[in-house]
């Protein structure tokens, strides 16, 4: 039977997501990325495709490590300017029914007190349809921002959002009970108190003692995203996550990320698809291989190599302007995304060592993932090879020009891989966790984030804690 394949969409609120320089081709309009409109239009999209979702990126300072500066960052529009994606969920969620919309935060710049209630809002307001996308942080510049002078080290930024996440899970399974909520006219009890629990947490980095401030909502906790790679990024999402997002520039390099984080997840006491693994890609189709080609040569004029440097650096933690066209990457330790430094270091299937020249090129359209080309019937078959030859779920698909590459890949790339029983033919019933494995709305037992129960496992909930941070 053919394994059925998943689609997600990789956007941002901002234009020059992954592809700098294609801001300036007539077809593409990020430049909407400000208005409602564009993300609606998107949404409906994405919806008629039947993608899992719109996965929004997000960052909270600029890329300067290129020349040690933002300039360039500013000039080429690489993610900046860039507003907030969470303002986007309500208006896309009340003009679609089933799409999932998984948003980025960091854990290192806001307390999980206010976010906790924040995403609750949202999982309200979808009926259930969000997810968020972990990330630690790694550019410098949000850091100092933030009145860091540094940012902490790789681990150790790990280390932080592990007790980050032990709050949130407290809050969003702990604190109310599933029948808190009685709405009782008769008595005039709207919800009951001996049902609703204080925290009582008191950690390293956060003191939470006090309650949730949102009812429990459909899923509770949002579908956890998660696209760590490094050793300690890896066992964090093995932890936690429920959609693994990796990155790599080829199928031999993707297998063993995608067999090791299986492994990872068995290690950490869950099942091996227990959580959904997408890759990084970008499609460019039309309908005929011809004019796809045709298609992609013309958004490579537009591509530009000192936007792409400035991702590159940024996400490699190495500042690229240093170093000629044609000096080899090697192996370089890393503060950002050390994954990005292993990528390409072994990038070149042939044993060729990748020079900087090489990495600005690759990184032109779509960022660190491959580019793949070809008329709708090519493309499905090179995805279900991918997922054949790898064991991944799924693409998390970056755009070229947007909404155009979006729109070819549900106009060209969907009806062949419907035709092939390799797409699903409708959505699951209810929740994003639901739609994605067919298990409920809540998380499941085995999940780490689901011993913070009532009564869990993990729990620490003492309702001690109500009279002490009433003074009592």
Known sequence: MTRQIRLNAFDMNC???????????????????????????????????RFDGLFIADVLGTYDVYSQTDEAAIRQG???????????????????????????????????????????????????????????????????????????????????????????????EGSWEDDAVRRDRESGVFADPAKVHHIGHRGEHFTVPGIHLAEPSTQRTPVIY??????????FAAENAEAIFVAAPTKTILRDVVAKTRDALVAAGRGPYDARIYTLATVITDGTPEAAREKAA????????????????????????????????????????????????????DGRAWRVRDVAAWGGIGGMGPVLIGSGDE??????????????????????????????VVEHVVP????????????????????????????????????????????????SARRVEAGV
């Open 298 to 349: 013309q958004y490579r004029r537009f591509a530009s190599d000192e936007g792409s440097l400035v991702f590159m650096s940024g996400w490699m933690g190495i500042d690229l302007s240093r170093y000629s066209l044609d000096d080899p990457i090697g192996a370089v330790e890393s503060n950002a995304i050390q994954s990005a430094v292993a990528a390409f270091s072994q990038a070149d299937e």
């Open 15 to 49: 234009v020059a997501h992954q592809s700098p320089g294609l801001w300036r081709h007539p077809d593409d309009e990020s430049w909407n990325y400000n208005t409602l409109d564009y993300w609606v239009e998107l949404a409906k999209l994405l919806e008629r495709g």
């Open 226 to 235: 998660q696209a760590g790679a490094s050793t300690r990024g890896s066992r």
């Open 78 to 172: 690489a993610q900046i300017p860039v507003n907030d994606p969470l303002l986007l969920v309500s208006a896309m969620a009340h003009a679609t029914e089933n799409l999932g919309f998984g948003i980025t935060t960091g854990t290192g710049f806001e307390h999980p007190y206010p976010f906790a209630r924040r995403v609750s809002t949202l999982d309200h307001l979808t009926r259930g349809r969000i997810g968020w996308n972990v990330v630690t942080g790694y550019l410098p510049a949000a850091a100092r921002n933030m009145g860091d002078d540094r940012l902490l080290d790789h681990d150790a930024r790990y280390d932080h959002a592990d007790e980050y996440l032990t709050v949130l899970y407290k809050l969003w």
């Open 379 to 408: 493309v499905a078959e090179t995805l279900i090879d991918w997922v054949d030859d790898t064991d991944v779920d799924g693409f998390n698909l970056a755009y070229a020009v947007t909404p155009g590459s979006f729109r070819d």
């Open 416 to 463: 062949a891989l419907d035709a092939r029983g390799a797409y699903q033919s409708g959505y699951q019933p209810g929740s994003l966790r639901n739609k994605l494995f067919g298990r409920g709305d809540r998380l499941p037992d085995n999940h780490r984030g689901a011993t913070f129960r009532v009564g869990g496992s993990a729990s620490t909930i003492d309702d």
